[in-house]
């Protein structure tokens, strides 16, 4: 039996008279790499923040490790934020916090660990996404914009989690950045066996390391499958994304 470490049935959620999702349902297995896209306005990260229990839906039920996430107590939260890290837009670094710092907060606030183990540990993390030794120490408004995302998500690892959520990973980095980037999600994805659920807008992102989207349009679930099962969806908005995506890789020779 696969193993479905989020399950999405039937959301319904409205902020006043705008109804955001409409019956939405989509699931995750464990070890899937999947992407949520979608138009403006399609509620692609309010779905994500449902999910982790940042927001909660008018109705619909969300399992995220088998933990109904709408019912559940507050002890059994605690549990299930510990198995997940969260990657925010823009990084949301504690700017008084130098990044050392910022990546050891979860293993200060939800370990026993002594403060020096958990800086050691904070900066094994940070070579694991490959930040040099040097940036330990630094403030993050010294970093590159690049820079800050890899201490973001060196925090969101820092707990070992089996799921990955990330907002918009590649937001605001030029492209070798951005590609880079992907390069990092998806190795870290195949060599920790990591489950990544991610908001994106980004065309190579979505050609280079998914093996699976999840289509928001109107409300609801478009479709979801690989990126070829994808383009094959006759939607307006699909076709206009995808056109981009030819003209990507025509200028890459594929």
């Known amino acids: ?15 006043g008279k705008n109804t955001v999702h409409d019956g939405v349902s989509m699931e995750v297995a464990r070890g899937e790499v999947v ?3 979608g138009g403006s306005g399609t509620g692609k990260s309010v779905l994500l923040k ?10 619909g039920r ?12 507050e002890a059994d939260l605690e549990q299930v ?26 293993l200060l606030e939800h370990t026993h660990l002594p403060k020096a183990v958990c800086l050691q540990l ?14 330990a120490n630094q403030m993050p408004s010294e970093l590159s914009g690049g820079m800050r995302k890899r201490a ?32 990092l999600i998806r190795t870290l994805a195949d060599n920790l066996g990591l489950t990544i659920l991610l908001i994106t807008h980004d065309l190579n992102t979505l050609l280079s390391i998914i093996d699976r989207a999840v289509v928001l349009s109107g409300s609801k679930v ?5 990126v070829a099962e994808i383009r094959q969806i006759n939607d307006p908005w699909l076709h206009e994304y995808f056109s981009s995506c030819t003209t990507l890789e025509t200028a890459h020779g594929n």
């Open 1 to 15: 039996m696969t193993d479905m470490l989020i399950k999405v049935e039937q959301i319904v959620t409205r902020f």
């Open 35 to 37: 992407a949520v896209i």
């Open 50 to 59: 449902e999910i982790i229990g940042l927001l909660r839906p008018e109705s």
């Open 62 to 73: 969300i399992h995220l490790f088998g933990v109904d996430m709408l019912t559940a107590d």
């Open 81 to 106: 934020r510990q198995r997940f890290g969260m990657l925010f837009q823009d990084g949301a670094l504690f700017s008084s916090l130098n990044v050392e710092q910022n990546v050891a907060t979860p």
């Open 122 to 135: 904070a900066r094994l993390k940070l070579a694991m996404v490959g930040l040099p030794p040097s940036a």
């Open 152 to 183: 973001a998500l060196a925090r969101a690892l820092a707990l070992d989690p089996e799921l990955l959520c990330l907002d918009e990973p590649t937001s605001g980095l030029d492209p070798i950045s951005a590609r880079a980037f992907d390069h």
């Open 222 to 226: 478009l479709g979801s499958g690989t």
